[in-house]
C-alpha cells in the first residue's frame, strides 16, 4: 500500500468511520473456506449438537473460523491493511480476535447498534467470503456516526437512522471499521448462508499468541445477541415477531442508563 494510498483511507476513515479496500483476499481460497464452514454448520445442525436459539431464530450466529481462515488474515498483512489499522488505531498492537458472522437464509433486520459501548472503541476487519449484495444481507452502515455519542433515544429523535447506507461487496474485499459506528445485519433472502469473516483488536488485540490455534483451530459456533436457553428463546421469538418491542424497551432504557447505546 502506498503512502498515498494509506493518506486518502485514513481521511476517509476519519469522516465516515470505515474504509473499503476492495479485491485484497483470494477469491478461490475464500470459496473454500466457505464451503468448509458452511459444511460444518449443516453437520452440526444434523447431528443435534448445534445450540437452539442463540441467533438461529433470528438467523445471525457468531463463528470462530479456526485455522481454516488463516490465509485470509495473511493477506490482510501482505496487503497493509494491518499496518493501516494500526496507524488508524496504535492501540492495536496484538494479534486480533477471530470471529465470523454466519447470515442464515431468512433471516431478520437486526436493531442499528455499536459493537461496544462508545468510549471503549475498537478496529474491525471484516471480509466478505462470498460476493455480496441487497439479496444477501450487505452490511448497514450509518457513516460518521462515529464522531458523536448518541444515547439511543437520541440516535431515534434525531433520525439518524435515516442516513443509513448498505455496502456491497466483492468476495476478498475487507470492511475496516470502527466498533462505535453504528451498523446492522440485514436480511438474508437467498437460500445460501453468508459469512463474513471479522477481525478484531477489542482491548488491543487476542492475548494468544495464535489467535487461530484456539479451540484446536476447529470451526465452533457460538450465540450472537440471544442466549440459548428457554428464556433466550422466547426473547429472541419476541424480537422475530415483534420487533418495535425490542425497540421501545431499549428506547425507554436508554433515558435511564447508557446500557442502551451498544
Not at 450466529?61 to 493501516?84: S, T
Not at 442464515?104 to 471503549?120: E, I, K
Not at 429523535?157 to 453504528?182: I, M, T
Amino acid at each position: 500500500m502506498s503512502r498515498a494510498e494509506t493518506e486518502a483511507y485514513k481521511q476517509a476513515f476519519a469522516e465516515d468511520g470505515y474504509v473499503v479496500i476492495k479485491r485484497v483476499v483470494p477469491r478461490d481460497e475464500l470459496a473454500e473456506l466457505y464451503t468448509t464452514v458452511t459444511a460444518e454448520y449443516a453437520r452440526q445442525k444434523a447431528d443435534g449438537t448445534l445450540f437452539k436459539g442463540g441467533g438461529g431464530l433470528s438467523g445471525h450466529l457468531n463463528c470462530f473460523p479456526g485455522e481454516a481462515a488463516r490465509f485470509a488474515y495473511e493477506a490482510l498483512k501482505a496487503r497493509g491493511v494491518v499496518d493501516l489499522i494500526r496507524e488508524i488505531s496504535p492501540k492495536s498492537v496484538r494479534e486480533p480476535y477471530l470471529g465470523c458472522n454466519l447470515n442464515l437464509p431468512g433471516s431478520v433486520t437486526q436493531q442499528m447498534h455499536m459493537d461496544r459501548t462508545f468510549r471503549n472503541e475498537f478496529m474491525i476487519a471484516n471480509v466478505s467470503v462470498v460476493d455480496t449484495d441487497l439479496a444477501n444481507g450487505a452490511t448497514d452502515v450509518v457513516p460518521g456516526s462515529h464522531k458523536q455519542f448518541y444515547k439511543y433515544w437520541q440516535y431515534v429523535l434525531l433520525g439518524k437512522e435515516r442516513e443509513h447506507k448498505r455496502l456491497p461487496s466483492e468476495a476478498g474485499d475487507v470492511l475496516v471499521r470502527v466498533s462505535n459506528l453504528w451498523h446492522r445485519g440485514m436480511p438474508n433472502h437467498t437460500s445460501q448462508p453468508r459469512p463474513m469473516l471479522a477481525f478484531t483488536w477489542d482491548g488491543g488485540g487476542s492475548p494468544l499468541a495464535d489467535p487461530f490455534a484456539e479451540n484446536d483451530g476447529k470451526i465452533t459456533f457460538f450465540p450472537n445477541w440471544f442466549a440459548p436457553t428457554r428464556k433466550g428463546r422466547i426473547i429472541e421469538r419476541t424480537f422475530v415477531k415483534a420487533p418495535i418491542t425490542y425497540k421501545t424497551y431499549r428506547f425507554v432504557n436508554s433515558i435511564f442508563s447508557d446500557k442502551s447505546y451498544e
